[in-house]
């Protein structure tokens, strides 16, 4: 089966593999955020601690940029899929 699809892919292969990188990649800094606003609420915000608060805030903007990044990238896969309907 899959030496079918790779065929039929061809040329398009890199993006045709990248593409559910990119969503799984998304999908986990996505994930990772709303733990982060928890850890904010624990560590951050019951200890008073700003440096805390900014430090896991920071990392936070640093998660929702890659989600960006990987959310933009994976529509990199309709190249992929515009290249296997060719004849």
Known sequence: ???TLLKQIGDYKKDAI???????????????????????IDYGLKGQSFK????????M???????????????TGSWADCGAGKP
């Open 61 to 75: 903007i640093v998660m929702a940029g890659l989600a960006l990044f990987f959310g933009c990238d994976h529509g």
């Open 18 to 40: 990248l593409t559910p990188v990119f969503v799984i990649l998304e999908v986990i800094m996505e994930v990772i955020i709303p733990l982060m606003m928890a850890a904010i």
């Open 1 to 3: 089966m899959f030496k």
């Open 52 to 59: 805390t608060v900014s430090l896991i805030g920071g990392a």
